[in-house]
């Protein structure tokens, strides 16, 4: 898995490579059990601090999406808590997009149908 960083976001370096670790996980790039890049060849590899590396793998760890131990470094969870809500940052997030889109004039129906499609496309 390539992570990409985009330099110009708002979005916080560390984010973007938390954000970036679950779309992979999600879509099956990253597979249970895997090994994630070490945080220095990671910070290497795409020319940041490894402490931001470090504090994305803290969050991932967190919010167990992935597990470390010392033999193997950062690995993918082989399974996941099953908790049917979004986190309150996620949420926070999907209402401010939701805002978006009915300034925007969408209706209700289109944005659930841009949720539908988006939701299939990460499940391939």
């Known amino acids: 898995m390539i992570i990409k960083i985009n330099d ?3 979005i916080p370096i560390y984010q973007q490579i938390r954000n970036q670790i679950i779309a992979g996980i999600s879509d ?3 597979e249970p059990g895997e090994q994630l890049p070490t945080v220095r060849g990671l910070a290497t590899e795409i020319g940041i601090n490894s402490m931001t590396v470090s504090k994305a793998y803290q ?3 967190q919010e167990g999406y992935v597990y470390s131990d010392r033999r193997n470094g950062v690995c993918v969870r082989r399974d ?3 908790k049917k809500q979004l986190s309150k940052s996620s949420s926070d997030g999907l209402k401010c997009i939701i805002a978006e889109a009915k300034v925007g004039g969408m209706t209700k129906e289109d944005f659930l149908e841009i949720c539908e499609k988006m939701f299939e ?3 391939s």
């Open 8 to 10: 110009m976001s708002d």
């Open 28 to 30: 099956g790039k990253l």
């Open 59 to 61: 969050l991932l760890k």
């Open 80 to 82: 996941f808590e099953q």
């Open 121 to 123: 496309e990460g499940q």
